[in-house]
């Protein structure tokens, strides 16, 4: 059993940044990889950003290239994800994942979701 507890979300406007964060509890001795997806209102869930846990690896999807950063804290189990250059096609609530088994870049790969947090960016 893994709990995920995520803060940082909110409202900006389009340039701005936002950094989200993300601490797991529980079984995180198990954790393989961290990451995040988001959803719009209509659109189905997709990869945002993820990171292997022992070595840092990095993974992001094409439209947050050059834009969004992933990062963790081996010690508190905790991933953040730095946002600049905010649009407003990045609204959407995010959601982070776990994985046991895989980078979670795909959503058959997630073992645990956060409840999600809002991100809205004004234009």
């Known amino acids: 059993q893994v709990q995920l507890v995520e803060s940082g979300g909110g409202l900006v406007q389009t340039g701005g940044s936002l950094r989200l964060s993300c601490a797991a509890a529980?079984?995180?001795?198990?954790?393989?990889?961290m990451g995040w997806f988001r959803q719009a209102p209509g659109k189905e869930r997709e990869f945002v950003a993820a990171?292997?846990?022992?070595?840092?690896?990095?993974y992001y999807g094409d439209s947050v290239k050059g834009r969004f950063t992933i990062s963790r804290d081996n010690a508190k189990t905790t991933e953040y994800l730095q946002m600049n250059s905010l649009k407003p096609e990045d609204t959407a609530v995010y959601y982070c994942?776990?994985?046991?088994?895989?980078?979670?870049?795909?959503?058959?790969?997630?073992?645990?979701w956060g409840q999600g947090t809002q991100v809205t960016v004004s234009s």
């Open positions: 994942a776990t994985s046991a088994r895989a980078l979670p870049t795909v959503r058959r790969n997630v073992d645990y």
């Open positions: 529980g079984r995180t001795f198990s954790t393989y990889a």
């Open positions: 990171i292997r846990w022992n070595d840092g690896m990095t």
